[in-house]
């Protein structure tokens, strides 16, 4: 089985593609895939500032990297044919970007993401797993979105992803795309580009320099490992069906302000290191999401613990200067 993972050159996707090529993740579940074997790793990838080729593995033979964008459809005509599987990571990610300029948003997350669903039912792809958020259910007071709760994005980010997840759900039903969603949590792990909380406050701390927290600091999020994600990524992909939809949640809720003293702990920091600066527009206080689906269907669990998780991810941007001194210095 060939599949072609795009945007496998950013934070999730490479930790993804990782996974794959090692195949020492099984999935938890016992026997039988409905992908069989992974055999060729085809990562398409614009490589914008968030991606890099070094998140990869360098050197695996079963690992073919394409350098193109996603909306380019003559490129796709030639790459889909043959890819039993295409896992959709590729997206402008970061909703502070988003606000600055909603248009790479829209041409990446809405039009990227047609341009490849028609390329994979021209190629007659198999399975199509498309990765959103949690973010397009909108701000949520209390309680959890299940994945019928209405979409209400308040950030182009959101909406761009809101938008393309209808997008998915109408080349479902209109044409019978085989097309699979995921809407998970915040995620924290290893090769993130440092402009999110976690990367961004770890190697600002660890270079000796201040941290900028939003507003309050009271703004709620469920952090999920990345290989806890990944892990959920390839549940569905092998066992979920096609047109359903799949929140990715079981992370460990917590506020920005506390989430930052575990960073400033873990950096070896003081509190006098946090510098409160004006909210983002539009801040969303809380997001959760009822993951009761993916747990009881197809046998999800998370396993990283989040204690552990959080202090390998600092020890990881401690080991590896080299990959972040740049970007956020
Ligand atoms: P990222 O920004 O780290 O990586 C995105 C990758 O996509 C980069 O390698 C980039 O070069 C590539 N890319 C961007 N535009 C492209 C284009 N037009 N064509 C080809 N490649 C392109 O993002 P991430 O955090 O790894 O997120 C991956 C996916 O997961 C996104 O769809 C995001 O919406 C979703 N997601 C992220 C989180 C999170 O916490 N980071 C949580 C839930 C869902």
Redesign the pocket.
């Known amino acids: 089985m060939r599949i072609l993972v795009?945007?496998?050159?950013?934070?999730?996707?490479?930790n993804f593609v990782r996974m794959l090529l090692a195949d020492t993740e099984d999935t938890g579940t016992g026997a039988g895939t409905g992908t069989g074997a992974v055999t060729e790793v085809v990562v398409?990838?614009?490589?914008?500032y968030?991606?890099?080729r070094a998140n990869l593995p360098a050197g695996d033979p079963r690992l073919t990297f394409v350098h193109?964008?996603?909306?380019d459809r003559p490129l796709l005509r030639k790459l889909l044919p043959g890819c039993g599987a295409v896992v959709?990571?590729?997206?402008?990610?970061?909703v502070d970007r988003s606000l600055g300029g909603p248009e790479a948003f829209v041409?990446?997350?809405v039009a990227?993401t047609a341009a490849l669903f028609d390329a994979c039912l021209e190629a007659g792809t198999e399975r199509v797993v498309h990765?959103?958020?949690?973010?397009v259910y909108g701000s949520v007071p209390e309680g959890a979105s299940t994945e019928s709760d209405p979409l209400l994005p308040n950030s182009p980010?959101a909406a761009s992803?809101a938008a393309a997840d209808l997008l998915a759900r109408a080349y479902h039903r209109s044409y019978g795309l085989p097309v699979l969603v995921t809407?998970?949590?915040?995620?924290y792990g290893p090769r993130?580009?440092p402009e999110?909380l976690v990367p961004l406050f770890v190697t600002r701390l660890l270079s000796g320099r201040d941290v900028p927290l939003y507003g309050d600091g009271r703004n709620i999020r469920q952090w999920v490992h990345v290989d806890d994600?990944c892990r959920a990524v390839r549940l569905v992909l092998e066992r979920g069906v096609p047109g359903e939809i799949y929140n990715v949640g079981g992370g460990t809720g917590l506020t920005n302000r506390e989430l930052t003293d575990r960073l400033l702990e873990l950096c070896g920091a003081d509190g006098g290191r946090v510098r409160y600066v004006a909210d983002r527009a539009a801040h969303d206080l809380r997001y959760a999401v009822d993951d009761s689906k993916i747990t009881e269907q197809l046998g999800y669990r998370p396993r990283v613990d989040f204690s552990d998780g959080l202090a390998e991810v600092v020890e990881w941007y401690r080991a590896h200067p080299h990959r972040w001194e740049g970007p956020s210095g």
Do not use: M, P, V
């Not at 398409?44 to 914008?48: G, H, Q, S, V």
């Not at 193109?68 to 909306?71: F, P, T």
């Not at 959709?88 to 970061?94: G, K, R, T, V, Y």
């Not at 809407?183 to 995620?187: A, E, G, P, V």
């Open positions: 795009t945007g496998g050159a950013g934070f999730i996707g490479s398409l990838d614009k490589l914008t968030a991606g890099d193109g964008d996603i909306a959709h990571f590729a997206a402008e990610s970061h041409a990446t997350n990227g990765i959103s958020t949690d973010e980010y992803k809407r998970c949590t915040n995620n993130q580009y999110k994600h």
